[in-house]
C-alpha cells in the first residue's frame, strides 16, 4: 500500500458537537485503479477532487455501485467496523451484476481499515455516532462506446455520522413506480437505483409523504422496500420482513435486525407482506409498527401510510413497547461495544 498523509489535515475545523452527515469528508481516501485486466496499488492518500473526463463511462452510463458500513469509537477510544466483511461481500455481487471487476478482499479490507486507522479523530464518540465509510467502485473508462469499460477505480471516502435518531416520517405506499423489476438489478447497491428513486419520491414529497414504500413492479401489492432501507412491519406481536430476492437489497442492518429479533425471542416472520394485509390490520387495530432500517439512519419509524389517497396513522410507540426501538437500542449497544456482541460482528481496528 501507498501511504501519502495529508499535509494540510482539516481535523481541527471538525466540531464533534456540530456537523451535519455527509458533506465534510475525512482528511484521507483510499483509491485503487483497474486496468489492463487487474487491480494496481491501494493508495492511501488525501482526500480531495480527482480530474475526470465527461466522457467517462461510469457517468454516462451508470457503470457504477457503492457501500455503505460505519465505525464507531467506544468510551475507551477503541475503534470499530461493524460487519465489514458483509459489505466486501456485497460490494462484489453488485459489481458482478454490473458486469464490473470484483475487488480483491486484501484492496477492499485492508484499504478499509488503514482509512479508518489514520482518520480515527474523526469519529465521534458518543451514543451512535459514527464514521460512515462509502466505498465506490465505477467505470474511467474514456469511451462513448455503450459497454463494459476496461477501467475503474475503487474509492473509499469517509464521513463522520451522528446518532441518528430520526423523527418519524410518513411514507406513500407506491401504486404506480417501482424501485426494482424482475431480472433488473433491485438487490444490488447500484448507483442508478438510487438516481431512479430520486423523481417519485420527489412527487410523495409534494404530496406530504418523506418517503415511499417500494411495492413490486407487476402489482403493487407486496410491499418491498422504503427509501433507501429495508422494511418491517410489525402486527400484534409478530414481525415481518420480506425474503431478500433479486429485487430486494441484502440489508447489512435488516439482517443484523432479524439476528437480534431471534436473540430476544422476538417473533420474526421473513415472507411476504402483502399491501390488503397492512391496510386490514390497521382497520382492525393489529398493526403496531411499520419501519425502516439502513446503515446510515438505522432505523426510521414511520408515522403514517399513504394508500390509495388517504393518509393513515400509525401508533407511535415509546421506548419499552417498540419492537423497533428496542431491536435499534440493541444493535447500536453493541455496534458502540456498550453490549456484549455475542455474534463476532464488532471488528477492532
Ligand atoms: C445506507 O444506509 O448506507 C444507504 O446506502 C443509504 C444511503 C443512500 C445514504
Redesign the pocket.
Known amino acids: 500500500m501507498i501511504i501519502q498523509k495529508s499535509t494540510a489535515p482539516r481535523i481541527s475545523e471538525f466540531d464533534p458537537e456540530n456537523f451535519s452527515f ?1 458533506n465534510m469528508f475525512t482528511d484521507h481516501m483510499v483509491i485503487c485503479e483497474y486496468e489492463d485486466g487487474k487491480w494496481g496499488e491501494v493508495k492511501l492518500m488525501p482526500y480531495g477532487p480527482l480530474p475526470f473526463t465527461p466522457a467517462m463511462m461510469g457517468v454516462n452510463y451508470g457503470q457504477a455501485c ?4 460505519k465505525a464507531y469509537k467506544d468510551k475507551d477510544s477503541q475503534v470499530f467496523i461493524f460487519r465489514p466483511e458483509k459489505n466486501f461481500s456485497r460490494i462484489n455481487k453488485s459489481a458482478s451484476r454490473l458486469a464490473m471487476p470484483e475487488i480483491p478482499a486484501e484492496v477492499f479490507l485492508e484499504g478499509l481499515k488503514a482509512l479508518v486507522d489514520l482518520d480515527r479523530d474523526w469519529i465521534p464518540y458518543g451514543e451512535g455516532n459514527s464514521l ?1 465509510i462509502r466505498p465506490l467502485i465505477f467505470a474511467t473508462e474514456e469511451a462513448l462506446k455503450a459497454r463494459i469499460s476496461n477501467k475503474y477505480m475503487f474509492a473509499i471516502v469517509a464521513t463522520p455520522a451522528k446518532s441518528y435518531y430520526s423523527a418519524p416520517v410518513s411514507v406513500k405506499i407506491s401504486d404506480y413506480y417501482s424501485r426494482a423489476a424482475n431480472g433488473g438489478v433491485g438487490f444490488a ?1 447500484a448507483a442508478g437505483n ?1 438516481a431512479a428513486s430520486f423523481y417519485p419520491t420527489q412527487l410523495a414529497n409534494e404530496e406530504g409523504y418523506e418517503q415511499i414504500i417500494w411495492t413490486d413492479d407487476s402489482t403493487h401489492e407486496y410491499f418491498e422496500e422504503s427509501g ?2 429495508n422494511v418491517f412491519v410489525r402486527i400484534n406481536d409478530t414481525i415481518y420482513t420480506p425474503p431478500t430476492s433479486e429485487k430486494i437489497l441484502d440489508g447489512v ?1 435488516r439482517d443484523s435486525f432479524i439476528q437480534l429479533a431471534n436473540k430476544r425471542g422476538i417473533e420474526l416472520k421473513v415472507e411476504p407482506i402483502s399491501v390488503k394485509s397492512v391496510i386490514e390490520a390497521h382497520k382492525n387495530g393489529t398493526l403496531k409498527e411499520i419501519w425502516g432500517v ?4 438505522v432505523t426510521t419509524v414511520f408515522k403514517a401510510i399513504g394508500y390509495q389517497g388517504e393518509k393513515l396513522e400509525l401508533p407511535q410507540l415509546p421506548l419499552e413497547e417498540s419492537f423497533a426501538l428496542t431491536l435499534q437500542k440493541d444493535l447500536v449497544d453493541l455496534q458502540t461495544n456498550v453490549a456484549e456482541d455475542p455474534f463476532g460482528w464488532r471488528v477492532l481496528v
Open positions: 455527509g457503492f457501500e455503505g458500513m460512515y447497491k438510487y433507501t432501507m442492518t439502513g446503515t446510515a439512519v
